[in-house]
């Protein structure tokens, strides 16, 4: 079902490659602009053309979702060319595999600059917008694995725990104002970063329940409901 977002302007981080672009032309599809913004160039631009071809609006930027400076030209970039920004998908991250002893305090320190830290710069960046509207959806993009662990993903899984409380403290304290803060945690999701893990994802796709992995657009239509109209008395939720 496509709901109607009403032209709201959406940001999506990561929307260059898996489960961004699904969300990204998932919004698009729902009738939101969408900001792609990724590292990559070239995936955000691809995305772009994909949305277009649908019939829907999207500007690619290239920008570190880690770097305050680029967040911030990203956000004003955005502004200039699609208004004030109503939706953010923090969907960018990276999720090396390291065991634990060999994690040096740099790749800590890069993961959670990447995976935790972006999205606090981010949500700061935008939520003024939303608060001037009254209306405001933002959703992070945790893990399964804040649940279940996940082996020599020690630095990932304190990042998206980390997210997932960030997510729930906000919902709290901004619960009056119209802007709400839900999370989706990915279980398995067919994506370069799943292709990439050192994990035969087939073989584990069969101790499933439903016997497959998850494809993006499964937690696309998740976001879609948390960033609709319908999803307003939402909020603090997985
Ligand atoms: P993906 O295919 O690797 O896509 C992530 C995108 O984010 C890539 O285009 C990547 O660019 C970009 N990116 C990385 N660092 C960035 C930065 N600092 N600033 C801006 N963009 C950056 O991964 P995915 O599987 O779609 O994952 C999306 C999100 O879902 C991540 O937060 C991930 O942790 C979460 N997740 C995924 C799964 C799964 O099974 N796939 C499970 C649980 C959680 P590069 O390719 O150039 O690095």
């Not at 990724?38 to 071809?53: F, P, Q, S």
């Not at 606090?120 to 009254?134: F, N, Q, S």
Request: net charge negative.
């Amino acid at each position: 079902m496509t709901r109607s977002l009403n032209g709201r302007t959406a940001v999506v981080t990561g929307a260059g490659s898996g489960i961004g672009r699904a969300i990204a032309l998932r919004l698009a599809e729902d009738t939101a602009k969408i900001a792609v913004w990724d590292i990559n160039g070239e995936g955000a631009a691809e995305t772009v053309r994909l949305i277009e071809a649908a019939g829907g609006t999207a500007i690619a930027i290239t920008a570190d979702c880690s770097d305050k400076a680029a967040i911030h030209a990203a956000a004003e970039e955005t502004r200039a060319k699609l208004g004030p920004i109503a939706i953010l998908v923090n969907n960018a991250g990276i999720a090396p595999f390291t065991p634990f002893m060999d994690i040096d305090d740099d790749l800590f320190d890069k993961v959670i600059h990447i995976n935790l830290r972006g999205p606090y710069l981010l949500t700061k960046e935008v939520l003024p917008d939303m608060l001037a509207a009254g209306w405001g959806r933002v959703i992070n993009i945790t893990s399964s694995s804040v649940q279940s662990g996940s082996f020599a993903q020690g630095h990932y899984v304190s990042s998206k725990g980390g997210l997932m409380g960030m997510t729930k403290a906000l919902a709290l304290e901004f619960a009056p104002s119209g802007v709400t803060f839900n999370m989706v945690p990915p279980g398995f999701i067919d994506t370069p970063m799943l292709r990439a893990a050192p994990i035969d994802a087939d073989a584990f796709a069969q101790t499933l329940p439903m016997k497959r992995i998850g494809k993006p657009e499964d937690i696309a239509a998740a976001c879609a409901y948390l960033a609709s109209e319908e999803a307003s008395y939402i909020t603090g939720q997985t």
